[in-house]
């Protein structure tokens, strides 16, 4: 673990024990990663979007620093975490700014770490890839956690495998299998008209 990572890691124990100095601390040495992970995610929503990149990280910061009993394992716990929020601060903004109606259209997402390559509006595909993976969090929880931890999160395979405490082979067939599911999941539900 690199000098930085071992730092960052340090101060989010500190945190999770109520040392709020380390707060203080951690944000400057985590901002930048927050950015990255704000900005790939607002770069695949559509242009007239009125949530900026910098609210988003707002939003997020604030909810994570309301988890206060959140027992930090390390940095990429802490960056899985913050992108499953920013996950969820943009699909509730989705579902409040518009009363969707998905059609036709096929779904094509391509799920890749930090890529989302869509053929309809970003909007839809971003509620009909979360309601899939809610789908897949009740079937599977731990390819759901894979794929926050991979796709949204943008974690490597061994990064992943460090949060969830297993190897990296078990990652990536998990990954696999989840990718499958998912696909299937988002073509029915095209082929329904839901």
């Known amino acids: ?80 975490v913050s992108a499953q929020v920013m996950r969820h601060i943009l699909v509730d903004y989705a579902r409040k700014r518009s009363n969707l109606k998905r059609g036709g259209a096929a779904h094509n997402m391509t799920l890749e770490p930090g890529t989302i390559a869509v053929s309809t509006d970003s909007v839809e595909d971003l509620v009909a890839l979360d309601e899939a993976l809610r789908a897949l969090a009740v079937v599977d929880p731990a390819k759901c956690r894979v794929v926050e931890l991979r796709y949204f999160g943008g974690l490597s395979v061994e990064e992943t495998a460090e949060v969830l405490q297993v190897s990296s082979v078990t990652v990536m067939r998990q990954w696999s299998l989840a990718k499958a599911w998912l696909y299937r999941a988002l073509s029915l539900e095209v082929l329904d008209g839901t």
């Open 1 to 80: 673990m690199t000098p930085a990572r071992q730092e960052v890691t340090q101060l989010l124990v500190a945190w999770s024990h109520g040392d709020q100095a380390a707060l203080d601390h951690l944000l400057p040495l985590v901002y930048a990663e927050l950015h990255r992970i704000a900005r790939r995610y607002m770069r695949h929503e559509h242009p007239g979007h009125t949530l900026q990149t910098t609210a988003l990280i707002n939003e997020a910061y604030l909810r994570l620093i309301g988890q206060r009993e959140k027992e930090w394992q390390n940095r990429a716990h802490f960056f899985a």
